[in-house]
C-alpha cells in the first residue's frame, strides 16, 4: 500500500509503469470507474476553494500528462493567454479525469493514468461515461455558480454532450465552442474520429474569435 500525500488515503498499486515524460501511470481502466477519482473529485466539490474570476474556461482533458504540457493545451493556452489577461480566468479541465481546477493538474491520480474514451466500443462503457460526468460537471457548476460572470467550454464529442446536459439540468449558461455548423462542416464519417480534432484550424479560429468576443465583453462591461 503507498500512502496518498494528496488525499490522505493510501491507495494499492497493482502495476506502474513509467511513461516517456516520467510520470508514473499506474491506471489504465476508465478513470471515471475508480474511486480515487470520486475521492478526488469530492475533495475539490467539498473542500477546495475556487477564487472567483470573470471567465470560467473549461478545456477537455489530454493523454499526456500533466495536461498543461500536452500539444493540444500548449496551442489552446497560447491563444488564450494571447486575448485574454491571465487574472480574468480560470481553467478547468474536464473529461475522463471528472473536473479538475487546472492548478491541480499534479495532483494524485490526475497525471496517473492513461486512459483514451475515444477508442472504446463498448457502449454501456460510454454511456456510463456520459452519466458520471454529467453527475460531476452538474456538482462542479452548482460549487462555482458564483465564482464566473462567463463560462465558455472549448470541446466536441462525448464532453460536450456531457457539458450541454449538465447546463441544461442545472440551469448554469455555458457557452460552447466550436459551433454546432462548424462541427457539421468539418465532419468526416471515413474518419476514425469523425468530428476531428480540437487543434483543426476551423475550430481554433472560432475558439480564438469566441476569446475576443468575450474579451470586448469584459472591456465593455468595466466601461459602464
Known amino acids: 500500500?503507498?500512502?496518498?500525500?494528496?488525499?490522505?488515503?493510501?491507495?494499492?498499486?497493482?502495476?506502474?509503469?513509467?511513461?516517456?515524460?516520467?510520470?508514473?501511470?499506474?491506471?489504465?481502466?476508465?478513470?471515471?470507474?475508480?474511486?480515487?477519482?470520486?475521492?478526488?473529485?469530492?475533495?475539490?466539490?467539498?473542500?477546495?476553494?475556487?477564487?472567483?474570476?470573470?471567465?470560467?474556461?473549461f478545456l477537455p482533458c489530454a493523454v499526456?500528462?500533466?495536461?498543461?504540457?500536452?500539444?493540444?493545451?500548449?496551442?489552446?493556452?497560447?491563444?488564450?493567454?494571447?486575448?485574454?489577461?491571465?487574472?480574468d480566468y480560470h481553467i478547468v479541465i474536464f473529461g475522463t479525469c471528472g473536473t479538475v481546477p487546472a492548478e491541480l493538474e499534479c495532483m494524485y491520480p490526475f497525471r496517473n493514468y492513461h486512459?483514451?474514451?475515444?477508442?472504446?466500443?463498448?457502449?454501456?462503457?460510454?454511456?456510463?461515461?456520459?452519466?458520471?460526468?454529467?453527475?460531476?460537471?452538474?456538482?462542479?457548476?452548482?460549487?462555482?455558480?458564483?465564482?464566473?460572470?462567463?463560462?465558455?467550454?472549448?470541446?466536441?464529442?462525448?464532453?460536450?454532450?456531457?457539458?450541454?446536459?449538465?447546463s441544461e439540468e442545472t440551469g448554469i449558461v455555458v457557452d460552447l465552442l466550436p459551433s454546432d455548423p462548424m462541427i457539421e462542416r468539418l465532419y468526416d464519417i471515413d474518419c476514425p474520429f469523425p468530428e476531428g480534432s480540437l487543434s483543426m484550424q476551423g475550430y481554433i479560429d472560432e475558439f480564438r474569435e469566441g476569446l475576443v468576443r468575450l474579451s470586448r465583453s469584459l472591456a465593455g462591461s468595466s466601461r459602464t
Do not use: W
Open 64 to 87: 499526456r500528462k500533466p495536461y498543461s504540457q500536452s500539444p493540444s493545451h500548449k496551442l489552446f493556452r497560447g491563444i488564450i493567454d494571447g486575448v485574454l489577461d491571465p487574472k
Open 115 to 166: 486512459y483514451m474514451l475515444g477508442k472504446t466500443t463498448d457502449g454501456r462503457i460510454r454511456r456510463d461515461f456520459h452519466r458520471i460526468e454529467v453527475y460531476r460537471l452538474k456538482g462542479y457548476l452548482e460549487k462555482t455558480q458564483d465564482a464566473y460572470r462567463h463560462r465558455l467550454a472549448y470541446c466536441i464529442g462525448p464532453f460536450r454532450k456531457a457539458m450541454v446536459e449538465a
Open 1 to 57: 500500500m503507498v500512502q496518498d500525500r494528496n488525499m490522505g488515503a493510501p491507495r494499492r498499486v497493482v502495476e506502474v509503469v513509467q511513461d516517456r515524460h516520467g510520470n508514473l501511470i499506474e491506471i489504465f481502466d476508465p478513470p471515471f470507474y475508480r474511486k480515487e477519482f470520486e475521492d478526488a473529485y469530492r475533495f475539490i466539490i467539498d473542500d477546495y476553494l475556487v477564487a472567483p474570476k470573470e471567465i470560467g474556461l
